[in-house]
């Protein structure tokens, strides 16, 4: 009884010794099959994140990343957003023009680009390109119409350069104080102007004044020629110009 006694005890031994060594077996396979997965799962993630950073870069990113310097970007007014995006790849500021189309209006939630001047550098990616494009321009187009009192011109100023009143105030001013011996009325020339937003209001002044002396020098040499008064002539034509139906134009200057 003693020997069957202690012989139970052996066998019960060797078993509980073989089936630690078992369990112990299978959670070393379980370890190691979970390690290979994992393994597996991160390749596949390295993988993919790696893909996606390619083509990123490929389709998004800047296409010149050392070129930090800022160059003008003009957009025509009524010019189509894919017409802008495929300029912008001309331009050398994105990559791929219709990628650019796809992710201003993603950023934006509109298909038009504001006409005006952009500051833009080509190691800017498409999404920081889209949200410049997606602010008020830093130089805006201004047409100026015929006939054109100088506070009705103000008023147009005020409203594409977002004006406050004291700078409407300050252009009202340097219209009405100028160096030059010209009249304050009359002389802003119909045209369309880019005018930077930042352009203190007496240099856009100054500006229009000279541009209407560039356009009208021929005209001043003749009126001195036939010893006319200048302020007299632009008086007149600005009257004529205001008040004269179209077609009696010709007709009312001739008398």
Do not use: C
């Not at 219209?175 to 009359?186: C, I, K, N, P």
């Amino acid at each position: 009884l003693h020997t069957r006694v202690r012989y139970g005890r052996w066998v019960w031994s060797r078993y509980t010794t073989l089936h630690r060594s078992s369990m112990a077996i299978l959670r070393e396979r379980s370890l190691r099959s979970l390690s290979h997965s994992a393994l597996h799962l991160f390749g596949v993630f390295a993988g993919v994140l790696v893909v996606f950073v390619l083509l990123y870069a490929l389709l998004f990113g800047p296409p010149h990343e050392s070129r930090r310097e800022l160059a003008d970007f003009i957009v025509e007014p009524d010019t189509p957003a894919l017409t802008v995006a495929n300029d912008l790849k001309e331009a050398g500021f994105v990559k791929q023009g219709w990628i650019f189309f796809i992710t201003y209006a993603v950023v934006r939630g509109e298909e038009t680009v504001r006409p005006g001047g952009y500051l833009l550098s080509p190691s800017m990616d498409a999404w920081t390109v889209a949200e410049v494009l997606g602010r008020a321009p830093y130089m805006a187009w201004v047409t100026i119409p015929d006939s054109l009192r100088k506070e009705e011109v103000a008023e147009l100023l005020s409203e594409a350069l977002g004006w406050t009143d004291s700078e409407s105030r300050e252009w009202l001013q340097a219209t009405a104080t100028t160096s030059h011996d010209v009249l304050s009325e009359g002389i802003y020339f119909s045209d369309t102007y880019l005018i930077p937003s930042d352009q203190p209001p007496a240099q856009i002044a100054e500006r229009l004044r000279d541009r209407f002396e560039e356009e009208v020098a021929v005209y001043v040499a003749t009126a001195n020629e036939r010893q006319m008064n200048w302020h007299d002539v632009v008086t007149l034509a600005s009257l004529i110009e205001r008040e004269a139906g179209k077609r009696d134009k010709a007709l009312v200057s001739g008398i």
